[in-house]
């Protein structure tokens, strides 16, 4: 529980520079993407927007208090889709031209999904107030599904970082 925390001021601190930092990359990359356009910009646009939503859902539940709808964004926004959405992106950067035309439309049917599965997620509103976000009853169907996104995610750009030092390594 955050509200247990000696600093508040960093509760909300913290969070509040995450949002911000996000919102200028979304900014810049997104103003990037449509001098430039290609389909990572795009993507990772969308990814820095995410990332910048669910902080700004933090900060203010952190300095406001947490509502149902409020703790459904963050944990849809920032558990569940952010990390799926930057590999996303580097998959298009590092595959370029060789991802299925369809993919976008099974990353809007995941999300879609994702957003349904958060909506109906039950929430204790006896906790809410005392645990935020962590109100939000995950059942294994949800579990299940932030843990495959974040896990796939996660390799990929692992993967993509090695692969790019090691393509950078080589090049010397």
Known sequence: ????LPMPSLVIAL???AALIAGLCAALIGWDA???PSPERVTWTGAFLMFAVAAACEVIGSAVGWSPTLA???YLTGAVLVVG???LGELYLLLPGRLPSV????TLLVAAVAATAVWSAPIDAARLPAVGWQALERGPFLVAL????NAAGTLVLAGGALYSAWKLRAAD
């Open 85 to 87: 959405v930057l590999a």
């Open 72 to 74: 459904r964004v963050y």
């Open 34 to 36: 449509l001098r430039r």
């Open 103 to 106: 993919t976008p439309g099974i």
């Open 146 to 149: 932030a843990a495959t996104i």
């Open 1 to 4: 529980d955050c509200r247990s």
């Open 15 to 17: 969070p509040a520079t």
